[in-house]
């Protein structure tokens, strides 16, 4: 970033916290913990949580020398290539858990919160993923630590499991209401099974994630396939984003709910994905466009810069927007967009994708093992 960066400008942003939204930093690498770097977007800023991506990781270990002695160490032990990437993840991971612990405390939970993957090749395994899970969580040992898991139908049977032995959540690549609803009740049962085995509901947390622009991304790219045309391109998501923050209200009015709000538990806390990789630009209507009390944008460095600089924030834009959202739906049915079908490829390529980073990132590892110097 340069001289004048989002550190210096970061009033949109503390306003965006004051609207109950938590700026959260995504794409984080070893060279976003460099001594102090965090520490400022989170005092400076208001960044409340950070979540790693393979491509980001895999960037950082092929480009820069930030990894470098970790990398040295490994390599003289001879450690094979998936317990050197393991490793790197978790120090990655209880750093970052460290800068934001002061977050985690004086919030008493609700933020300053560190999400990293799994293995994207264990996504259709639900027992595969329980089993990654637990081990990053013992890496990490850290209350702040969340483990990501993309919401196939396995899993979301690994999120239950997960979440019922006291293991924190971030469940990703949700691109409907109907996948989001299936999140929510594995949240709900696995917080239940958590009670029933005497777990503490305070000390476990989720966030379930939308990736807003890819999901707009899609769904104008077929109406213009179709010669249907967008008009008004990138109005799908917010729509969607509205819908599911209605069954959001609506499962935290339910009964079931309230029992396990009397033992403390934390609500699951709705995230916009609102990044474009190329450009951080179309991301900053996303962010002010997505508001409500309680929920989270995710943005990398460069596009928190931007929402600093050109962001303009007009209050809660989710509450009360159901109808109206169900109106854009009805209109993208009636223009030959499924958007369940939309979901479906969408999760099945955000998998590949992730699939496709990781691939990137154990060969940068595995470059680097072999010439831990260079």
Request: charged letters at 25%.
């Amino acid at each position: 970033m340069g001289e004048r960066s989002v550190i210096s400008d970061g009033e949109v942003l503390r306003e965006l916290l004051a609207e109950g939204v938590s700026p959260w930093l995504g794409g984080l690498c070893r060279s976003l913990l460099a001594p102090g770097r965090l520490a400022a977007l989170v005092r400076e800023a208001g960044v409340r949580g950070a979540t790693s991506h393979p491509r980001a990781l895999a960037a950082d270990v092929a480009r820069g020398t930030a990894y470098r002695q970790q990398l040295s160490h490994l390599a003289c032990r001879s450690v094979p290539l998936d317990t050197s990437v393991q490793a790197l993840c978790a120090y990655d991971l209880r750093s970052a858990c460290d800068e934001l612990l002061p977050v985690f405390v004086s919030t008493q939970g609700r933020d300053g919160h560190v999400s990293m993957d799994l293995d994207p090749r264990l996504a259709h395994d639900a027992r595969a993923t329980a089993v990654a899970a637990v081990a990053l969580n013992r890496a990490a040992c850290r209350p702040n630590a969340l483990v990501k898991i993309p919401a196939t139908d396995e899993g979301i049977v690994a999120v239950g499991d997960c979440l019922a032995r006291g293991i924190g959540v971030h469940v990703t690549e949700i691109f409907s209401v109907r996948r989001y609803e299936r999140v929510v009740d594995a949240y709900f049962d696995g917080l239940e099974r958590a009670l029933a085995a005497g777990r503490d509901l305070a000390a476990i947390s989720s966030l379930a994630s939308l990736p807003v622009a890819r999901l707009d991304a899609e769904i104008d790219a077929r109406l213009r396939a179709s010669g249907a045309g967008t008009a008004e391109p990138g109005t799908a998501s917010p729509a969607v984003a509205r819908l599911v923050y209605r069954l959001y209200e609506e499962r935290l009015g339910s009964e079931r709910w309230r029992i396990l709000a009397a033992a403390h538990a934390h609500p699951q806390r709705l995230m916009w994905e609102v990044d474009t990789p190329e450009d951080p630009a179309p991301a900053v209507p996303y962010v002010a466009g997505l508001v409500a009390w309680g929920t989270v944008s995710v943005m990398s460095e460069a596009t928190l810069e931007a929402v600093a600089r050109g962001c303009r924030l007009q209050g809660d834009t989710l509450s009360g927007e159901a109808e109206a959202a169900r109106a854009v739906v009805t209109g993208l049915e009636r223009r030959g967009v499924s958007l369940e079908e939309v979901a479906k490829k969408l999760e099945t390529d955000g998998v590949d994708r992730l699939v496709s980073s990781w691939r990137a990132l154990r060969g940068a590892v595995d470059d680097r093992l072999r010439r831990p110097r260079g």
